[in-house]
């Protein structure tokens, strides 16, 4: 990754991008020494290691959700761009750095045809006019293309002549929504859709698995990076047998269905308070073959974990994703409850996120390990994904050691799974199973296993280790001075 910066016509004036003109290597070095300060106090009372910051190999064209305030200008024209950096007016933009190019050319002739036939642009001042928003979703593994056009009132005039046009121009388009949001805020969508072209949805995929996405999905915008960010929080999981994972702020389902197509024999139960993305979590398991390991409840996550803490329910494995906010203290006690083994918390404020370690570390956690992802190149914006651990006291025993016996004792640590799979991956570009690991783990002497290499199901072999793929496990086995 060499020095190179990047330019932009607009970008003093928009500001979303606001460190475009520092090099991208800088960008990832400043973000790097920024979490390892937020997080210094936490490293040093817990003693884990930050992982270095998994940066882009090219930091354009990621997002694959674009948008546009429209507003009204000189002799009826209807106005679209962004807004500018501390204020609601518009800068125009023909064209984008950082979104997928297929964007920002719809949005423009939204405007240009509604121009045309005479659809007023939204006036915030006066709350009059039909076009508040146009929201574009481009697919990232298929070519879906997905047109959200935000009107205020249901009235959208010209509607049919406003769809015939654009798809003419975009043949690319797979569907057009009409959302209704009448409110006066700031929030862009409203609740009301009407599909107006195709199917009111679009498909796209990550790490194999098959996504619907609706006009209000929430949906990672920059799912190169997203594949990359839930990889390392299902590697952080851990699955490797007949476990539940509990997926809390679940939306769509897209971590826990991902997780559950990599352990096949886990069961994953997703809680989510939005009802319209519980639905598309269970149509996403479906589409997947998934829906009898996968379960997802429509419900408050803190809510739900607290009345579950005082039943029956247990879990192994916590992956919690929760909103800017954070999560509460409330649902923090309550998952201490239901005594997994671990927490992957996955979090897209790491100020709000530090603040529920702290809270966790009250309740007895630490935290063991954390990753980087630069999900918005040319920001500030940094994601995480943190594992937790707990001691589990009811099966823990004091016992004291002679000075004689220290001196046989050998305190050096064997890596984990995570850890070799981490080695592989960076140094091979090869991804490897936990299964892979044990059995060439096995074939050193490092863990005696029964069954290792036999599937659940009856009569069913699992294919031994690649060769290729055996050399690379070997190699990170010497690494950490394993063999």
């Not at 025993?397 to 850890?419: M, N, V």
């Amino acid at each position: 990754m060499g020095f190179r910066t990047y330019t932009c016509p607009i970008s003093k004036r928009c500001g979303g991008c606001e460190w475009l003109a520092v090099p991208y290597p800088i960008q990832l070095r400043r973000k790097q020494e920024a979490m390892e300060r937020l997080f210094s106090g936490l490293v040093e009372a817990d003693g884990f290691r930050i992982g270095r910051i998994h940066g882009m190999e090219e930091p354009t064209g990621f997002r694959h959700k674009m948008a546009s305030p429209f507003a009204p200008g000189a002799r009826g024209r209807v106005r679209c761009g962004f807004f500018e950096a501390g204020s609601h007016r518009i800068v125009a933009c023909q064209e984008c750095l950082v979104e997928d190019k297929a964007g920002r050319p719809i949005i423009n002739d939204v405007a240009r045809i509604a121009t045309r036939l005479r659809i007023s642009a939204y006036q915030e001042d006066s709350a009059r006019g039909v076009l508040r928003h146009a929201v574009v979703r481009s697919g990232y593994a298929t070519d879906d293309v997905l047109v959200t056009l935000v009107t205020n009132g249901e009235r959208l005039p010209q509607a049919e002549r406003l769809v015939q046009e654009l798809t003419e121009l975009h043949p690319e388009i797979t569907s057009i929504v009409q959302n209704v949001n009448e409110r006066r805020t700031n929030a862009m969508l409203g609740r009301k859709n009407t599909t107006l072209f195709g199917t009111g949805v679009m498909h796209d995929r990550l790490l194999g698995c098959l996504f619907e996405i609706g006009p209000t999905s929430f949906y990672q915008t920059n799912p190169a990076q997203t594949e990359l960010l839930y990889r390392l929080a299902i590697d952080a999981a851990g699955l490797q047998g007949k476990e539940l994972l509990l997926d809390a702020y679940c939306g769509t389902g897209t971590i826990g269905i991902c997780a559950s197509r990599g352990c096949p024999d886990a069961r994953v139960l997703g809680i989510e308070q939005v009802r319209g993305a519980v639905g598309c979590a269970r149509r996403n398991a479906k589409a997947n073959g998934l829906q009898g390991s996968c379960d997802f409840v429509c419900a408050d996550a803190t809510e739900h974990l607290a009345g579950s803490a005082r039943g029956s329910l247990s879990a192994d494995v916590v992956i919690m994703d929760p909103p800017r906010a954070g999560s509460t203290p409330q649902f923090i006690e309550a998952v201490s409850r239901l005594r997994p083994r671990s927490v992957v918390y996955v979090s897209c404020n790491p100020q709000t996120q530090l603040r529920d370690l702290r809270e966790f570390r009250a309740h007895g956690w630490r935290t063991t390990h954390m990753e980087l992802v630069d999900m918005f190149p040319h920001t500030k914006h940094v994601e995480t994904v943190a594992l937790l651990s707990k001691l589990n006291t009811e099966h823990h025993l004091d016992i004291e050691i002679g000075e004689d016996e220290l001196s046989e004792i050998d305190f050096s640590k064997d890596a984990t799974y995570r850890e070799i799979k981490k080695y592989v991956l960076d140094k091979y570009g090869l991804k490897v199973s936990s299964l892979y690991i044990a059995q060439i783990k096995r074939k050193h002497g490092l863990i005696e296993r029964e069954n290792y290499n036999f599937s659940k199901k009856e009569n069913q072999r699992v294919p031994n280790c690649p060769e290729e793929k055996e050399k690379a496990i070997e190699d990170a086995l010497e690494h950490f001075g394993m063999i």
